[in-house]
């Protein structure tokens, strides 16, 4: 029984490493992250303008953030970055709310700016350029205000605790990120599951049936878990598109019962036909077959990452267990 679980949860797994690329061809032109970061940056900031002007257009068309993505900013663009590092948000958000002024670098009371770049002994400027700051909400003054209060007249320290600000507001965004990406996964599984007709119910039985083909996928899995052993996940240099010919490949040539042309390889000497579990005869039949298409979909929603990870675990319990089963332990002559 342990070695069907392992033939399931392999096939699980080259099934999400499909969905995955999948997934990442689909993000090239959706640009999901770049969307969500600056969602993100919209409700950290409380600029809820969506339009080519205020406070978030003037962050993201500064030059330090400017230079990660092509041409001008356009409020959900296709090129925005995916990713802004915190301290281009930090020095960003700072030279917008008090542009870098000479004639205050000493932090005189004169003035309402101060340079991000410099030491002061003093950061009135700085408070006083943030509560002057016509572009800033009331909760966003009050927020910043803070964070430059609890940075003991340093400037470097307003920087860090900004960086910090921004870093914990985007553990949220990543948040949105997972979620809407285990409903695409899924939705992409539903579809790999009706087009290669990966039905779990259909695999369970040949593998219970089958010692061949379940011994194979074990001795495949097995080489699988070695090559990839000093990863957390398993790892391609290739492109989307290889990565999805290469792993259907894979589930073709371990002969499991996916697809719906199994009669075609008459030519293939050593081709196995599954033909009578391609399409189901019968009602009951057809509602098995559409609830091992779900448990599939399911499965690969929670990701490769998941089912390697399991994967190197069960390999590591068969590794204790079979010792035992091949020689058990003898009795005591006393």
Avoid: C
Avoid at 75 to 88: A, D, H, Q
């Amino acid at each position: 029984m342990l070695d069907v679980a392992i033939g399931i949860i392999f096939t699980f797994l080259l099934l999400s490493l499909i969905a995955t690329a999948v997934k990442e061809l689909l993000e090239t032109f959706l640009k999901t992250r770049a969307t969500n970061l600056e969602r993100g940056i919209r409700e950290l900031l409380q600029d809820t303008t969506s339009s080519s002007t205020g406070l978030v257009a003037d962050l993201y068309s500064h030059s330090l953030i400017a230079g990660l993505y092509k041409g001008a900013y356009i409020p959900k663009g296709k090129t925005l970055p995916s990713y802004i590092p915190s301290s281009n948000f930090a020095l960003a958000l700072l030279d917008n709310i008090a542009p870098a002024n000479a004639e205050n670098l000493s932090g005189s009371a004169g003035g309402g700016a101060i340079s991000a770049d410099a030491h002061v002994k003093s950061l009135q400027p700085l408070r006083e350029a943030i509560i002057n700051n016509k572009s800033l909400g009331a909760n966003l003054k009050k927020a910043i205000l803070a964070l430059v209060d609890a940075s003991g007249n340093d400037i470097d320290k307003v920087r860090f605790n900004i960086e910090t600000w921004f870093n914990t507001s985007m553990d949220r965004t990543s948040g949105w990120y997972k979620r809407n990406s285990q409903w695409w996964l899924f939705f992409i599984g539903i579809t790999i599951a009706l087009i290669m007709n990966a039905d779990t119910i259909a695999i369970y039985k040949s593998l219970m049936k089958d010692p061949t083909l379940r011994n194979s996928l074990v001795a495949t899995a097995q080489e699988y878990v070695a090559a990839n052993k000093d990863t957390a996940t398993p790892s391609s240099n290739d492109a989307s598109k290889q990565v999805i010919d290469n792993n259907a490949k894979k589930l073709y040539d371990l002969r499991l019962p996916i697809g719906w042309d199994w009669k075609r390889d008459s030519s293939d000497a050593d081709y196995i036909s599954n033909s009578n579990m391609a399409i189901p005869t019968g009602f009951i039949a057809w509602l098995l077959k559409i609830f091992g298409w779900i448990i599939t979909a399911l499965a690969i929603s929670l990701g490769s990452s998941f089912w390697f990870d399991t994967l190197n675990k069960i390999m590591v319990i068969r590794s204790t267990v079979k010792p035992h089963e091949k020689s058990p332990e003898e009795k005591s002559q006393d």
